[in-house]
């Protein structure tokens, strides 16, 4: 356990490796190494890109992490991709795409499938970015799958969210209907240099004086290029003017808080899914769902029974 702990605060890639992929396996193991490694989390500061397909989040990401390397910075990458339903693994290839930051001892990326889960983030991909936080990266960047109701999850997790778009992707309404306004920190047009860009911002800035804000923090509009790195100086401002003003308002601390949460209700619904499972395919449940379709009980009464077995049992590993 001593050899992992300090071969993950030393940012061995190796060490780091083996242990997201224990913790996508879902290895038992990995829950005292993760309990082990909790004291030393909590530095690093957590962004999360989301936008459509195609809105060049790689491209984007390619260039954040050059600047904040010049920056001095250490960066760790989480890519989510889509799940192949066939092998279970990440469909896309953010390692092959961003293979010049390779060899960087300041640099770790990792490719994560989001495993079907509805948020978007599933709980490994949550577990890796914590495992990257213990082992010292200053700055952790979170690329996440698509855009929609499904990738509000990214709220949970990220101290500073960016929303990518990029002119001609379709009308910026349906974005905002989807209720990524809310969530959104940033809004970054991407490639920029296409026709439309302008239009696009104004459209942004228009929803923006119709929304309702619970706060003091406009979310600024950058003009990026990603294939060129270009804004990207303008965008790495904005996103520490965003930490800086979080800091300073002390929400920064308030919206940790709220993340830290909802992880807890993660875990604890998750223990008690486990041990459903394991309840439910016992011989005394499939008796009792035959006095249900007998009348002899009711599906009320039965779930809140075997409930209240599972409460009463609750435990182990998660």
């Not at 060490?15 to 309990?35: C, F, T, Y």
């Not at 279970?88 to 989001?114: C, N, P, Q, Y």
């Amino acid at each position: 356990m001593d050899d992992w702990l300090q071969s993950i605060q030393n940012k061995d890639k190796r060490h780091i490796a083996r242990l997201i992929s224990r913790i996508e396996n879902g290895d038992p193991q990995k829950i005292k190494i993760l309990e082990e490694l909790y004291p030393f989390t909590g530095n690093a500061y957590l962004i999360g890109l989301t936008g459509p397909p195609g809105a060049g989040k790689s491209s984007l990401l390619d260039g954040l992490i050059r600047h904040l390397r010049d920056e001095r910075l250490t960066v760790g990458v989480i890519a989510v991709d889509p799940t192949s339903p066939f092998t279970g693994g990440a469909i896309l290839g953010d390692r092959v795409r961003m293979t010049k930051h390779a060899l960087d001892e300041g640099v770790f990326i990792r490719s994560m499938g989001s495993r079907g889960s509805l948020g978007g983030l599933s709980r490994a991909t949550k577990e890796a970015v914590r495992v990257l936080d213990a082992a010292g990266f200053d700055v952790i960047l979170i690329e996440t799958v698509g855009v929609g109701q499904a990738e509000l999850d990214i709220m949970h997790i990220a101290d500073t969210v960016a929303l990518v778009l990029n002119p001609g992707a379709g009308d910026v309404v349906q974005v905002f209907k989807a209720g990524i306004m809310e969530i959104a920190d940033l809004f970054v047009i991407n490639k920029s240099d296409r026709p439309g860009a302008r239009r696009l911002a104004a459209e942004i800035e228009e929803l923006l004086d119709l929304a309702k804000h619970g706060h003091a923090w406009r979310p600024p509009i950058l003009h990026t290029i990603g294939t060129k790195s270009e804004g990207i100086e303008d965008l790495w401002r904005e996103m520490t003017r965003h930490r800086d003003y979080l800091q300073a308002c002390g929400e920064w601390s308030g919206r940790r808080e709220r993340n830290l949460e909802q992880e807890v209700r993660e875990v604890m619904e998750d223990l008690v899914r486990r041990r459903l499972e394991e309840e439910l395919n016992l011989p005394e449940f499939k008796q009792e769902l035959e006095r249900v379709a007998q009348r002899k009980k009711d599906p009320y009464q039965v779930a809140r029974e075997w409930l209240e077995r599972v409460l009463g049992r609750t435990g182990g590993e998660c």
